[in-house]
């Protein structure tokens, strides 16, 4: 992965996806220019060691004319209202990548500035969107998608929608691009004061040497589901050590399953474990 490297997803040209059926609303200006919605699919994307997550970006837009009518860039960092005076395409410390491991292709196309992308036209454009609106949907699906290799945390993306006198109107929306966890070795000991549960808590290494690593400081919740019954207590939380690891005990005799659930953070995605004893 380069160096302080903003990757982006800038597409020149897409596909308008206007919808069938009818609409109730007149027809707009063509000087209407707006932008209804930006979405993206999966909305909140988390990538494990190997592979990648493709992102499916729809604009909901009236108005744009000519080439390049509607274009979408795709960065890490908040949108400009967030930025506090910085570059909204500031980017995190990235990670360099481990020997051996595949160099991570950038979201643009570094000789023509654009991706391919594919488009085709929707036949259910969603409420209000059809030709008698003059609401028309876009589909942008770049082709490379986001791996581990890329800045984790808050990703904005920023459609832009240009009209037939080349007037321009933006609008953003944001996802958070997460690094995976998981839980290892979780056991349940039962004794004759009560239960201990332990296990470990793992990431992906942020430092991209190995799969995963370690994950301290975090907090993990404690629930426990008696046999025959069918609603889980909360049993309290535990904090994972250096290593990861946690321990927590319960004045709990009887046996049942056991869960432990970490929350996600900003970077890093939830998961949750569970064991019976």
Same mark, same amino acid.
């Given at each position: 992965?380069?160096?302080?490297?903003?990757?982006?997803?800038?597409?020149?040209?897409?596909?308008?996806?206007?919808?069938?059926?009818?609409?109730?609303?007149?027809?707009?200006?063509?000087?209407?220019?707006?932008?209804?919605?930006?979405?993206?699919?999966?909305?909140?994307?988390?990538?494990?060691?190997?592979? +990648?997550?493709?992102?499916?970006?729809?604009?909901?837009?009236?108005?744009?004319?000519?080439?390049?009518?509607?274009?979408?860039?795709?960065?890490?960092?908040?949108?400009?209202?967030? #930025?506090?005076?910085? +570059?909204?395409?500031?980017?995190?410390?990235?990670?360099?990548?481990?020997?051996?491991?595949?160099?991570?292709?950038?979201?643009?196309?570094?000789?023509?500035?654009?991706?391919?992308? +594919?488009?085709?036209?929707?036949?259910?454009?969603?409420?209000?969107?059809?030709? +008698?609106?003059?609401?028309?949907?876009?589909?942008?699906?770049?082709?490379?998608?986001?791996?581990?290799?890329?800045? #984790?945390?808050?990703?904005?993306?920023?459609?832009?929608?240009?009209?037939?006198?080349?007037?321009?109107?933006?609008?953003?929306?944001?996802?958070?691009?997460?690094?995976?966890?998981?839980?290892?070795?979780?056991?349940?000991?039962?004794?004759?004061?009560?239960?201990?549960?332990?296990?470990?808590?793992?990431?992906?290494?942020?430092?991209?040497?190995?799969?995963?690593?370690?994950?301290?400081?975090?907090?993990?919740?404690?629930?426990?589901?008696?046999?025959?019954?069918?609603?889980?207590?909360?049993?309290?939380?535990?904090?994972?050590?250096?290593?990861?690891?946690?321990?927590?005990?319960?004045?709990?005799?009887?046996?049942?399953?056991?869960?432990?659930?970490?929350?996600?953070?900003?970077?890093?995605?939830?998961?949750?474990?569970?064991? #019976?004893?």
């Amino acid at each position: 992965m380069s160096r302080r490297l903003i990757a982006r997803a800038a597409v020149a040209a897409a596909v308008p996806l206007a919808a069938l059926g009818a609409a109730q609303t007149p027809a707009l200006a063509d000087d209407e220019l707006a932008i209804r919605s930006v979405t993206v699919q999966p909305g909140d994307p988390v990538v494990g060691p190997s592979g +990648s997550v493709k992102l499916v970006v729809d604009v909901v837009a009236r108005g744009a004319r000519g080439d390049r009518a509607v274009t979408v860039k795709v960065e890490p960092g908040p949108p400009p209202a967030a #930025s506090n005076g910085q +570059s909204p395409g500031a980017a995190p410390a990235v990670v360099p990548p481990r020997p051996g491991a595949a160099p991570m292709r950038p979201l643009i196309d570094g000789s023509t500035g654009s991706v391919s992308v +594919s488009g085709t036209r929707s036949t259910q454009g969603g409420q209000g969107v059809g030709r +008698s609106t003059g609401w028309e949907k876009w589909r942008f699906q770049p082709e490379v998608g986001l791996s581990r290799w890329y800045p #984790s945390g808050q990703w904005t993306v920023v459609a832009t929608a240009k009209g037939a006198n080349g007037a321009t109107v933006n609008s953003y929306t944001t996802f958070y691009l997460r690094r995976s966890t998981r839980f290892e070795g979780i056991n349940v000991n039962r004794g004759g004061d009560g239960t201990r549960v332990t296990g470990t808590l793992m990431r992906v290494d942020p430092k991209g040497q190995v799969d995963y690593r370690p994950f301290a400081g975090q907090e993990v919740t404690i629930r426990f589901r008696e046999s025959g019954a069918a609603d889980w207590r909360n049993m309290g939380t535990a904090v994972t050590n250096k290593d990861g690891w946690f321990e927590s005990r319960a004045p709990v005799k009887t046996g049942g399953t056991w869960q432990v659930e970490f929350g996600g953070t900003a970077h890093y995605g939830s998961d949750t474990g569970v064991a #019976s004893g």
